[in-house]
């Protein structure tokens, strides 16, 4: 059973920034990963995803602003967050894309003056 732990979220101020980190119980190697986020009354969604090529996509809204990586030694993967704004106030989890591993706990994010 892979297990997934997320780290790093945190209360910042409007345009602050934060890395997320995710450590995976097993190997991510020719895995496709991804973060994901649920706001709350919302559904969860993605947020972006890296291939094992290292390509990456990213949810429009957060495009040119957050910037996912994997190190693959590590079993990691983070999302370096900049520019963030209010409806960036989520909870964030990683998985594998799509995802088929049991959800961690997620590492809260609040964006708030």
């Known amino acids: 059973q892979v297990q997934l732990v997320e780290s790093g979220g945190g209360l910042v101020q409007p345009g602050g920034s934060l890395r997320l980190s995710c450590t995976v119980s097993?190997?991510?190697?020719?895995?496709?990963m991804a973060w994901y986020r649920q706001a709350p009354g919302k559904q969860r969604e993605l947020v972006a995803r890296?291939?094992?090529?290292?390509?990456?996509n990213y949810l429009d809204s957060v495009k040119g602003r957050f910037t996912i990586s994997r190190d693959n030694v590590k079993g990691a993967v983070y999302l370096q967050m900049d520019s963030l704004k209010p409806e960036d106030t989520a909870v964030y989890y990683c998985?594998?894309?799509?995802?088929?591993?049991?959800w961690g706990q997620g590492t809260q994010v609040t964006v708030s003056s």
């Open positions: 890296i291939t094992t090529g290292r390509s990456t």
């Open positions: 998985n594998d894309y799509p995802y088929t591993w049991s």
């Open positions: 097993g190997t991510i190697f020719g895995i496709y």
